[in-house]
């Protein structure tokens, strides 16, 4: 009787642990990911890791649009092995990325969604600009992005000119949408598909220096006088366009702020791991 006890509490707590997808940044691979997976495997044994392949490299330039509509099909695949439901990570662009895979997936069965270092208001930084575009300029990026050439660019789909809003609105294909700023008929999916998650983790940093501004990783972002206005003081939160309220009333939404990290460091940082990631993969 006792070696049964024993033998049924391991197997209880090796399985007890939801799967996780793990989705890499712009211009990286699934690599990058594998010390998240391995500090997750050794702290949580037995937690099967799904760290996504595709779009690496170059191809994570590609349409988001185009990323997410692929991507879906792995999320569609993952949550009908395992109707228990998952836990999903995404970093960087990755992090927008997994947000939307959400979104567009009403029948999701994720639990707990953690968006590291990503630009959930949208981008505009020349550091990060000139990792993919070194010619250009940031006064008159909006020449490129805001343009059909541009909207085939992932960069192109969140880039968020704050000095030139309203062709922000008249050419973006992506983020306008997928935040509810500017309707469609999605709008109603895009706000309950992140509702019905059980927590959604918004972690980021002041020392970044790539995500731009920093703030943006949790729907914070410039007004139109370049001032950082905070996510709660935004129409996207106060007007509850994609749920944010709804989750914050809920104690629903973490918001989780992480001096001295800079981005290229959020997937390489064993204490983040530790103290920020794994607390939210039960």
Known sequence: ????????????????????ILLHGIMTGYETMELIKGRIEEKH??????????????????NMWYQVNE??????????????????????????????????????????????SGPQAGQYGTQFLHLFFPGAALETAFE???????QHTSVGNYWND??????????????????????????AQFKNSLTKLKKLVLIGGPDDNVITPWQSSQFGYYNGNGTVV????????????IGLKTLDKAGK????????????MWHL?????DNYILPYLD
């Open 1 to 20: 009787m006792k070696k049964f006890t024993v033998l049924f509490l391991f197997c209880y707590f090796v399985n007890a642990y939801k799967p996780v």
């Open 45 to 62: 044994p037995g937690t099967i890791i799904y760290n996504i392949e595709r779009f690496g490299g170059w191809s994570s330039l590609d």
């Open 71 to 116: 991507l879906s099909k792995n999320l569609v695949n993952i949550s009908q092995q395992h109707p228990e439901g998952v836990h999903f990570l995404g970093y960087s662009q990755g992090a927008l990325l997994g947000r939307t895979i959400l979104q567009a997936n009403p029948n999701h069965n994720v639990h707990n969604y953690i968006s590291l």
């Open 144 to 150: 490129l992005f805001y343009s059909r050439v541009g």
């Open 162 to 187: 704050p000095y030139h809003q309203a062709l922000f609105y008249k050419y973006s294909q992506y983020l306008p949408f997928v935040n509810n700023e500017l309707p469609s008929n999605k709008t």
């Open 230 to 241: 905070e996510f709660t003081e935004r129409s996207i939160y106060k007007d509850d366009r």
């Open 253 to 264: 939404l973490k918001i989780v702020t992480v001096p001295g990290v800079n981005h290229f």
């Open 269 to 273: 940082n064993v204490s983040i791991v």
